[in-house]
């Protein structure tokens, strides 16, 4: 049997890559495991070992340059989609102010919407409260999260139960309960320290 040149192994080598390529778009789950037909196809053996490693060093290479080639584009267009999204919402924050300031609030509604004949524009009301000063925040508002990290798998468990019924952790964090501090502002307590309440925020929906 004559031998093939490198062209032609490395020629060999891509068709068959393209194929295994399309098989595992098409087969998500297989997580990198080559099927045998692959296998089979792949094996280098005695007689070609040299053309064949020689001729997977260059394909390999040529894999890694494309590898490289499409982390940069996906860099480059999470760029762009990154500049478009805060380009929406900082449009969409002119025209919830807008329709805030100009918008008229319909019969039976509760929301102020300007309104063309192919678009509708309405205001949402979402007051938020920001912590100004954590400190002065009164207690019962914070909570503490338990954040277990570097625990041994086989101890794991028993330490989470353990640390959760005392409140405790290796990584404690202390967090407000903005959502508690929304429900008591809203139902009239309006002398919270440490916080702010942003009766006028909101955003736009579009119909």
Known sequence: MQKKNLFEIQEEYLLILDDLEEWMLNNPDSEGVIPE???ERLNINRDEAASKIEGYYYVVK???NEVELLAEEIARLKDRIDAKTKLAGNLKVRVA???KTFGIV?????SPAL???KVKAVFISSPKVEITDAASVPSFYKRHDLVLKNMPEDLSEDIK???AQQGLTPDDT???????ILADVKAGIDTIPGIHYDSENGYV???
Do not use: D, N, P, W
Request: aromatic share 10%; no cysteine; net charge neutral.
């Open 37 to 39: 037909e692959f296998e």
């Open 62 to 64: 040529q894999l890694e």
């Open 97 to 99: 102010q807008a329709v």
């Open 106 to 110: 319909e019969t039976g509604k509760k």
């Open 115 to 117: 309104k063309t004949l």
């Open 161 to 163: 139960e353990l640390l």
């Open 174 to 180: 202390l967090k407000i309960s903005k959502e508690h």
């Open 205 to 207: 929906r579009f119909y």
